[in-house]
């Protein structure tokens, strides 16, 4: 029994010295984003409007594009126009602006007041990159401006 003892104790004092040096090298965590968090890439270079893309999601993922505007549609007006007006603005941005606005959300919590009145706001957008990546295959097979996209019937 002593024996076995000393070797549980050896074993522990091994992985103890085994973890600490693996925490001593370990890189600190940082919250820089990615060239997909927290928007992804394709989302980022895409050059289809913010109707093109919304069109393609209804026919790409139609789930999720129903889900979005469902919970848009629960949210109050001036939610829904502060919303629409900000993927409108992030549209309006060339690729390098937009990978700065991905840097700034994903390193200041407050940086997007948008999401303090609706913290999904952009979840069609952002949040899902197969989501993304068929809308933007597609998007530009679309009309650009075409705002019916919006009229969306919620059962």
């Known amino acids: 029994m002593t024996g076995l003892l000393g070797r549980a104790g050896r074993v522990g004092v091994v992985l103890a010295a085994a973890a600490s040096a693996y925490l001593s090298v370990a890189a600190p965590a940082s919250a820089d984003a990615t060239d997909d968090y927290p928007i992804p890439h394709r989302m980022i270079i895409t050059q289809c409007d913010t109707e ?40 309006s941005l060339d690729p390098v602006a937009r990978r700065q606005y991905s840097e700034d959300t ?42 019916s996209v919006w009229n969306w019937p919620v059962r």
Request: glycine share 4%; net charge positive; with cysteine.
């Open 52 to 91: 093109q893309y919304m069109a393609a999601a209804r026919d790409t993922s139609p789930v999720y594009f129903e889900r979005y505007m469902i919970d848009r549609s629960n949210r109050p007006a001036d939610v829904q126009q502060m919303a629409f007006d900000r993927i409108h603005w992030f549209f």
């Open 106 to 147: 994903a390193t200041n919590v407050f940086y997007e007041q948008t999401a303090t009145r609706w913290g999904n706001w952009a979840k069609l957008f952002f949040n899902n990159k197969g989501v993304v990546a068929h809308a933007t295959d597609v998007c530009m097979n679309y009309p650009k401006g075409d705002m």
